[in-house]
């Protein structure tokens, strides 16, 4: 995923925004955390935390109040099913459930950052959770990552781990970014986990119950800035043929606060390599998959430079397309809301490309990708936010053809649009109910003022569909609503 509002871990994050949204670019992409194609044998059945066959979906609330405590955090895990995810079944988590490390205290953002992985390689996912707010041993704002083990009961507390933090005297907000991948093909996942400084730190998997990596290195990357900005966002998956995974970082040039920077770093046999870092054109949130049904996985890149100082755009997208060497920089294509069929028009402030992810919704072998444009105006109303679907083909990301567009006014889609909603705050595609399709899932990060929400967005084999949209609630998953948890502004599964 997060950035985007995805990745809530910095200390500046609460003001980054006029309305006191967390927004600390970052992510397990997905941001975030958030491996969009990461090695099947080692993600235990493509994110399946209860190993029954069907994709699971955690959603983080990192704001969320917990027992008087605001800004603690909280993490629900929905289960997937023949009918794709409810409220019926899931499990909500904080740092006072049974079992997790720690205690829920203020401020400490728990699920500020996420990534799915099978760490012990019991053929469970498990969940990386982290909380970059949690004063460690003294020191405020270390931050910590903890693992949730994956069990056929599904997510638990019990026997929860806690990473040891291998550097605590040089950084803080371990864990501002998450991604988990099998970054040197061993068949175990491995972990990367960004900090406030320029060091990134992998945990090779083989993780024990103790939550005792099977090694750990460290990746010092050039021109990533430190201090208060720090690693902002990771995203694994496969761009080469060579089924390693690769990671994208995510910063800011220690030169300049306003100077964003990627770096991809190719998986080798001894994991993710430094030396062979490439830089890439600029961009906060990516997702990785092959769009064009080439074999190589393409890198998409959401732009969103609007609100620093010297933008100029309503937001764009880039699609970096991939091949044997990694990425190629010389072949680039851009989309914004004036390319092809795509609704609207590029404004100032619509943030096109605030999130991405891509997904094969129609079974054709190619990735598909739903990009949002979270501060959209829509009939008069104000940042109620859309997202669109863009659809793979033999020429790369289909702007002319079948494009789907959907905002909380498209029929069948639950809610309404309303002023300062973010509906597509967050994004996430997934096969949520077994077909072999993927199913959306859309955060909207301020429903009913901060309150956050889920909708989900089925396939119908060709397309995505509002038949059997489902809108899930923080109450129905048993999160407060004091404060502004933002339920929804975090995914991974």
């Known amino acids: 995923m997060a950035h985007h509002l995805r990745t809530t871990l910095a200390a500046a994050a609460a003001t980054a925004l006029a309305a006191g949204l967390l927004t600390a ?6 941001a975030a955390g958030r491996a969009d194609a990461p090695a099947a044998a080692a993600n235990g059945r493509q994110g399946d935390f209860n190993g029954d066959g069907y994709r699971d979906l955690a959603v983080a609330a990192p704001a969320a109040t917990v027992d008087g405590k ?65 004063d460690v041993s003294g020191d405020a704002d270390g931050g910590t990552v903890q693992i949730l083990w994956g069990a056929s009961g599904g997510l638990s507390g019990r026997g929860s781990a806690t990473l040891a933090d291998p550097a605590p005297a040089q950084h803080d907000r371990l864990g501002a970014a998450l991604a988990a991948g099998d970054f040197d093909r061993d068949g175990r996942a491995d972990l990367a986990v960004g900090t406030s400084s320029s060091k990134l730190h992998v945990f090779k998997g ?21 201090g208060t900005n720090g690693i902002l966002n990771l995203t694994a ?30 998986g080798t046999p001894s994991g993710l390599s430094g030396a062979a870092a490439k830089r890439l054109p600029a961009g906060i949130i990516t997702a990785i998959g092959d769009v064009d049904g080439d074999g190589f996985g393409d890198l998409v890149t959401g732009v969103t430079f609007e609100d620093i100082p010297g933008g100029v ?5 880039n699609v970096i397309h991939g091949s044997a060497g990694g990425p190629r920089v010389d072949r680039v294509d851009t989309l914004t809301q004036d390319s ?27 990735q598909d990708l739903a990009v949002s444009a979270a501060k959209e105006s829509i009939d008069g109303v104000s940042r109620t936010g859309a997202v ?51 199913d959306l899932t859309v955060g909207v990060t301020y429903e009913n003022g901060g309150d956050g929400a889920v909708i989900t967005l089925p396939s119908d084999g060709s397309r995505l569909t509002t038949t059997g949209s489902r809108f899930l609630s923080p109450s129905a998953a048993g999160v407060s609503t004091a404060g502004a948890p933002q339920f929804g502004s975090v995914m991974a599964g």
């Open 25 to 30: 670019a970052t992510g397990t992409a997905s």
């Open 70 to 134: 605001q800004r603690a955090g909280a993490v629900t895990v929905f289960y997937g099913s023949a009918h794709g995810i409810d409220a019926a079944r899931h499990t909500t988590l904080t740092q006072n459930s049974p079992g997790v490390p720690g205690a829920a205290e203020a401020g400490d953002l728990f699920g500020a950052a996420l990534a799915a992985g099978d760490f012990d390689s019991d053929g469970f996912a498990d969940l990386a959770v982290a909380v970059p707010s949690e």
């Open 206 to 226: 083989g993780f024990s119950r103790a939550g005792i990596p099977g090694a750990h290195t460290s990746l010092a990357l050039p021109i990533l800035g430190e």
């Open 237 to 266: 998956g496969e761009v080469t043929d060579q089924g390693y995974t690769d990671l994208v970082v995510s910063g800011y040039d220690n030169r300049s606060p306003y100077v964003n920077v990627n770096y991809y770093l190719p």
């Open 313 to 317: 755009t309503g937001g764009k997208v």
């Open 340 to 366: 092809g069929a795509i609704p609207g028009s590029s404004e100032k402030g619509d943030s096109f490309g605030y999130e991405v992810t891509l997904g094969d919704i129609d079974g054709d072998g190619r």
């Open 388 to 438: 669109t679907i863009l659809y793979g083909s033999p020429s790369g990301l289909d702007a002319g053809h079948r494009v789907q567009y959907f905002h909380q006014n498209s029929p069948g889609v639950p809610g309404a649009n309303e002023k300062d909603d973010l509906f597509g705050g967050e994004v996430f595609l997934s096969d949520l109910n077994g077909d072999k399709r993927a």
